[in-house]
């Protein structure tokens, strides 16, 4: 179970925040800087760094991490070089994939990131199934399955987290409500938001334990995951933990016919619903300088800390874009190179 | 050694020495294993054979999850409609993970459905969707049509390193031929000459191979020597054997089970029209299922599937045709 958490370790999960939204920024102001440098969709995680590092801050060195096509946030935190994901992210040679998955596909095994799907819920099976393995080979690992509130509609969410129960699979469900799904409020579609009551509330068809937690707080989510994790390792079976916050970029880039340009459209709040309140509202809570000032309050980070924390991440992924600006296209007839294995 | 096995202990005794043989193959599915009692259950113990619930998309999900963190599933399926429920995971998750990782993870499973089923399953149960598999880049898909075929085309899926779907005939269940004891394995992508001949090549998987070689029995007596090759795995294709074969005969048979647009023959016979086209004299004919559901009643799901006669039929008319550039 969590010790008190030291000063180190605090300052180990504001680095990571700080980290993760410089490179979601970074990525967003290439669609204005250097316009048509990313195709396709790409989804961002800003306004999650809390959730996510607060979750992996429970996790042991051979844990696989299995979130859904979100996926920038979670390797940072596991140490995947930024240039090899921006490589990617930008479709080139020196990428993670070498330009064969893109924003959607990250996939890092030998950091136990094995990869991602951009069909929404279907990973949840898939981080399920590597909680199968683990339990199978007797590996100690847990899985961390992170999907959005969107995925929690989906039948794969359903099946999965049954068959984890009945197996009693060494999984942590971390459902990110991040408030929509894609373009649609989840109080518009999910039956327990419509009745009141929290998504976790999901859980008891499993009989299964279910929390719901500040996501904007990286120490409750911490907290709560902490008990899910513990239940995980010691062979009781899944958990459902939701953790609430709020998505600050829209869904993903705007779906464009080529030869528009990708770029940003405003939050779903504001461009669909009208709703710019709810949008600063939120913002307001945005969990970065929250813990920021939690921390400077609290005396464990200077003003001069967080100034280098900040700056030396700007200048990693400032990096991670020359070199991945820099890096070549790959080959083209590369592409039949990895149908069969 | 061999010995005389029925098809579907065949596939049986290929799962059994393939666990046997790796640790990481794990057995799971529906209505499965159900009690203490199960062989495979007392042999390989409850961690390696499981019974799952009615989740396919959960079944076919955790073996992509399991197959790229280390294990090889088998996911029983029993159906091969069955895994319409999952067709995500079959076709848009399992054979894309290799590939969108830039070639970093591997998915070793395979998914294994009964199909076909001309025994008054109706229309839900009875069909032929492995058209809508074997264009899938990535995938494998392997449909064999004898008992020893049965046992090596299901040890190569195992160990192979690529999602193979493994398609058994129901209606080969009982047929018994000489089956290998020792480890057998034969490679995905190899097909084989069930007959050889020398005046027409028909080419079928599955029941179809049984039918043609049938039909071709009745051929011989018309002094018509047809050479029968059941390619076994539809992906990969082996149309250098088919190629090899009209340039001996000039003449392709294609029969499938299928629907006519949603065959196996549709795109062979497409292969055949740009590699093989200056053998043929005469064109390429297929005798696959008609364009509609399969029906309950006898009478009709007859006149749906392709059966000796119609395979007769065709080679005669085949035969009949003038040479196309005499």
Redesign the interface.
Known sequence: MLNKISNERLIWIYTHMVRIREFEESVKRTFIEHPGVIRGHSHLGDGAEASIVGTLSTRNEKD?V?PSYRCHGYPIVLGTPMRAMMAEVFGRKD???????GSM?L????RYF??T?G?IG?S??????????????KTGQIVYCFFGDGASKQ??FF??L??AA??KLPVVYALENNQYQAYTHFRLEDANAIAGHPLSKKAEAFSIPGVTVDGTDPIAVREAVDQAAARARAGQGPSLVESKFYRLSAHGNVITVPPLPTQFPEHEAVAVYGNKKEYEEWKAKDPIPRFRAKLMSDGVLTGMDASRIEEEARNEVEDAVKFALASPFPAAEDAV????? | MAREMMYGDAIAAAIAEEMQRDPNVVLYGQNLAMTERDPMLKKFGKDRVRIAPISETAETGIAVGAAMTGLRPIVELWMSEFMLVAFDQIINEAPRMHYMSGGQVKVPLVFKAGYGFCAGWAGQHSNCIYHTMMGIPGLKVALPSTPADAKGLMAASIRDDNPVVYLHHYMLTLDKGEVPDDEYVIPLGVADVKRAGTDITIVATGWMVKKSLAAAEQLAKEGISAEVIDPRTLAPLDIDTVVRSIKKTGRLLLVDQAPRHSSAAAVIAGEIAEHGFEHLRAPVKMVTALDASIPYSETLENYVVPNEDKIVQAVRSVMARQAVSA
């Open positions: 696989l299995m990428g993670l994939c070498s330009g064969f998955g596909h996939a890092d095994p030998s094995p990869g799907s069909i279907q949840i099976a898939h981080a399920t199934g590597a909680a199968l393995t683990a339990q199978v080979k039948g794969a099946e999965s049954n068959m009945v197996w190179r990895y149908v069969y294995a």
